[in-house]
């Protein structure tokens, strides 16, 4: 551009006349600075001087404006050049220095790994090789693997699992992402097997790895062995403080049952401390002062006036060290202001290295019984009386003992003398006029001699008895009399897993007569009386819990416990005998509940079925002809049952498993089984589900064919079990042949 005279481009270039004027140019000379087809400025010279080698400057300076382009762009270049090796030099500053900070962070942890939970990927930034988890795989830092799997295949082959349930629960992408959106961090402790260096107890924190992010996170892993030791020594030493406390505590208790008032007094402070008193009694009561002056209001407060200067000397705190000084205690006694007599003991609780007393325990007992010697005589007296009481109960039990199986035995006699042509009644007055026989005589024959009644011995005659048989034979004594008071009794032994058990059965008839003779006796016409044998179950024990109640509607306690003669003062002795217990719950008018209980050791005996053939229905019953599909595992038990139920008229079919069982039953034309007799354990398929498999068939008779189970499982909640499962009856092993009789009677339509 080249502009000889400025007032030429007035009128064309007006801003750039008025820029250049403004300057005083009147001639200009420019060349454009161009780089890359891009202009980047302008070279020139203001008000030139043309000559003969204007030519050759102005071919110059357009030389010089291209040059200085690329020398423009090289200088950019350059320093945005040295712009970034700034930058990159403070990065890799920054970057070392985040390496540092990480390696004295990560000391701690014995792995920190890089974990994207959103795409399941782990990555290892730093393990030690002593780590279990080095045995799982190739673990190296920079290698990415799959976070779930490792992580399960780390609990499963590391991870002690009693010391760590929820291990996945805890370190899932769900609670991992939900914990740090609340909390920030998360951190859980476990216990593995030990690896390489020993170690079994770590500490997993995780922590997010980008601001606001819950899905990239850095999660560590320290081992805390010197920690849970700690904690553990902790524990520990509180837990043995509180031991020690509670030591403390139960001495102070025990010999606040003998000292109602306790002091501990430091005799080099003259101070005291109460530590228990008549009306707070077992624990420090705060109150703390003088001691000196404590135990003079003492004397004055509680002590007989004829006593209180003989009481004040023995308080004397200035001599008492002198006086403790070859004893652990003196004491002295004196009478109270209330009559009473009182015991004050000082007791040396610690002396200094030379011996001499700076801490001792002052304590107060009552001892009026000991002073009131006369009283003695009278607790002989007494003795004498319960002897001669005792003798005289003696022979009361044993008159009622005796009379409530004589009834019966003169009932039943009665019965069998006025019904000769009848076989079935006479049998059964015979057979239970020989139960209440040999109850009397086991009677007679027990009958202590008056030596041991006056010493209060009775002995235990325990042996191996049938509970199923003692039941039995309280319900055959009782039968006739029954019958003849006009009530409503109910006799009824259930939930007996284990009918052999070892105990007095003597003992147990006595309890139970005596009880159920009382019922009977107090209850009027009209009313009801329940008996119930049953047994319950004494965890990790070799034991069972006989239980037994008997509930009457009579008159209640209060009326008739004078007035019985035995009454249960008696029956009270002969339950402490067998080492039982008994509750009484009577209502005046209304009625009362009586409950025996007895632990008794029990016997599993082979033959879980039993029954007694002379008991049982003939063949002519209403069952004869039933044909039934019996599912029981044992062979024994099998051909048990198969023969009494053969004795009875009935056929069957062995079923050797549930699964069996339901297959019989489903391939069976309609009316091909009249039952079935349902056994709860069996290997396949247990009689539970066995019977709901059953009811669920699509066979004619599936609804509607009966289901009895027969199982040594006989507590409440089999019984319901087997309800839910669709039987319509449970018995209880050792099978009662005449009881599944009657059943199936039922059903035999």
Not at 11 to 32: D, K, R
Not at 118 to 146: F, Q, R, Y
Not at 305 to 318: A, G, M, R, W
Not at 521 to 530: D, E, V
Request: charged content about 25%.
């Amino acid at each position: 551009m080249i502009i000889d005279n400025v007032e030429d481009v007035k009128n064309t270039m007006p801003s750039e006349y008025n820029l250049l004027t403004m300057q005083n140019i009147h001639a200009e000379i420019s060349f454009p600075i161009f780089f890359k087809n891009h202009l980047k400025g302008f070279i020139g010279m203001d008000n030139p001087v043309m000559n003969e080698q204007s030519e050759s400057f102005i071919t110059l300076l357009g030389v010089v404006g291209g040059h200085l382009g690329n020398v423009r762009e090289t200088l950019r270049m350059t320093e945005l050049l040295e712009q970034r090796n700034r930058s990159l030099e403070i990065s890799l500053s920054d970057l070392e220095r985040e390496k540092k900070f990480l390696s004295v962070l990560s000391t701690d942890y014995i792995s920190v790994y890089c974990v994207d939970l959103e795409l399941d990927t782990i990555e290892p930034l730093k393990i030690d090789e002593s780590a279990n988890v080095t045995k799982i795989g190739n673990m190296k830092p920079g290698k990415v693997l799959c976070y779930s799997n490792l992580i399960r295949s780390y609990y499963n082959k590391f991870v002690i699992k009693e010391s760590a349930p929820d291990f996945m629960d805890i370190l899932s992408f769900d609670h991992i992402t939900r914990h740090l959106a609340v909390h920030g961090k998360l951190s859980y402790r476990y216990q593995v097997t030990p690896n390489a260096a020993g170690q079994e107890h770590f500490e997993a924190e995780v922590f997010p790895f980008d601001s606001g992010s819950t899905t990239k996170v850095i999660i560590g892993f320290k081992q805390i062995d010197e920690l849970v030791a700690y904690e553990q020594n902790s524990r520990r030493q509180l837990q043995e403080a509180l031991d020690d406390a509670n030591l403390n505590n139960e001495i102070i208790s025990a010999i606040s049952k003998i000292y109602f008032s306790i002091y501990r007094i430091d005799l080099t402070q003259d101070m005291y401390e109460e530590v228990s008193s008549d009306n707070e009694v077992h624990r420090l009561t705060g109150r703390i002062g003088r001691a000196s002056a404590k135990m003079a209001e003492l004397c004055h407060r509680f002590v007989a006036p004829e006593y209180q200067d003989k009481i004040l000397q023995f308080f004397d705190l200035s001599t008492i060290s002198e006086r403790l000084h070859t004893e652990e205690t003196i004491a002295m006694d004196y009478l109270a202001n209330d009559g009473n007599w009182h015991l004050a003991r000082f007791i040396v609780k610690k002396r200094d290295q030379q011996g001499n007393v700076t801490n001792i325990l002052y304590a107060t007992r009552l001892i009026s019984e000991q002073k009131r010697r006369e009283q003695n005589w009278m607790f002989l007296a007494e003795e004498a009386n319960t002897a001669n009481k005792a003798k005289s109960e003696f022979l009361s039990r044993m008159a009622h003992d005796i009379q409530t199986p004589m009834n019966s035995v003169m009932g039943f006699a009665d019965i069998a003398r006025h019904t000769p042509d009848i076989p079935a009644d006479v049998d059964d007055a015979l057979s239970k006029l020989q139960t209440s026989g040999a109850y009397i005589e086991q009677l007679v024959s027990n009958i202590l001699d008056i030596t041991s009644l006056e010493n209060g011995n009775q002995q235990l005659n325990e042996h191996e008895i049938s509970v199923s048989e003692l039941f039995q034979t309280i319900n055959r004594i009782f039968d006739q009399e029954l019958m003849a008071g006009n009530l409503n009794i109910s006799f009824d032994v259930h939930d007996i897993c284990h009918d052999c058990i070892v105990a007095d059965d003597l003992k147990l008839k006595q309890i139970y007569a005596n009880l159920l003779s009382n019922s009977i006796r107090f209850t009027p016409a009209g009313g009801s009386i329940k008996f119930d044998l049953y047994e319950e179950s004494i965890a990790g024990s070799d034991k069972i819990r006989l239980t037994a109640r008997i509930c009457d509607t009579g008159i209640g306690i209060k009326s008739y416990i004078c007035e019985s003669g035995l009454g249960l003062a008696i029956v009270k002795d002969l339950v402490d005998l067998i080492h039982g217990t008994i509750d009484v719950q009577s209502t005046v008018g209304t009625g009362t509940n009586i409950t025996i209980c007895v632990d008794v050791p029990y016997i599993i005996r082979d033959d879980l079925w039993s029954g007694q053939t002379s008991q049982a229905p003939d063949i002519t019953s209403a069952c004869a002809g039933m044909h039934l599909l019996v599912a029981e595992d044992n062979e024994l038990n099998y051909e048990v049952i198969s023969e009494l139920l053969g004795m009875n008229g009935i056929t069957c079919e062995c079923a050797d498993n549930g699964a069996v069982c339901v297959d019989r039953f489903s391939e069976s034309e309609p009316g091909t089984f009249n039952g079935i007799l349902m056994d709860l354990q069996m290997p396949v398929m247990d009689g539970i589900a066995a019977s709901c498999a059953i009811r669920k068939l699509n066979h004619p008779d599936a609804q509607s064919i009966p289901i009895i189970a027969i199982t040594a499982n006989a507590f409440a909640k089999d019984i319901e079990r087997c309800h839910l499962a669709g039987m319509n009856e449970h018995l209880s092993k050792p099978l009662n042949i005449r009881q599944l009789i009657s059943i199936l009677s039922k059903f035999n339509n």
